[in-house]
C-alpha cells in the first residue's frame, strides 16, 4: 500500500514562511496530479494546491500569490511552500493525488499540523 508522509509543519506567527514536504513510497513520476490538502478544525478538507507532471500548477483563490507547490519526481516527493503565512491557514496539512472530481489515488497519511497564530 502506497504511503504519503508529510513533514514540515510548526507553529509560526503570522506573516512567516513554512515549506512542507510530502514523500511518497512509490513513483509518481507516472502520476499526472499531486496536490496539497488541508483541514481545519470542524471543516471540510480542501484541495489548496496542484500541479500536474509537467508542471502546471493551480491554487486557491485564498492562497494564490503566497504558496508555491513543486515536485521531484526524482525522489518522490511534492512541496509547498508557504509564505505570508494567515492565522486562517491554520490546519493539518496532507499531500494526495487527485482522481476525478473528489477522488484520491492514495489513502490519507497522518497529515503535518500547521498553527499560525496572530
Known amino acids: 500500500q502506497v504511503q504519503l508522509v508529510e513533514s514540515g509543519g510548526g507553529l509560526v506567527q503570522a506573516g512567516g514562511s513554512l515549506r512542507l514536504s510530502c514523500a511518497a513510497s512509490t513513483s509518481i513520476f507516472s502520476i499526472n496530479a499531486m496536490a496539497w490538502y488541508r483541514q481545519a478544525p470542524g471543516e471540510q478538507r480542501e484541495l489548496v494546491a496542484q500541479i500536474s507532471r509537467g508542471g502546471n500548477t493551480n491554487y486557491a483563490d485564498s492562497v494564490k500569490g503566497r504558496f508555491t507547490i513543486s515536485r521531484d519526481n526524482a525522489k518522490n516527493m511534492v512541496y509547498l511552500q508557504m509564505n505570508s503565512l494567515k492565522p486562517d491557514d491554520t490546519a493539518v496539512y496532507y499531500c494526495?493525488?487527485?482522481?476525478?472530481?473528489?477522488?484520491?489515488?492514495?489513502?490519507w497519511g497522518q497529515g503535518t499540523q500547521v498553527t499560525v497564530s496572530s
Open positions: 494526495n493525488a487527485p482522481f476525478g472530481p473528489s477522488d484520491t489515488l492514495y489513502s
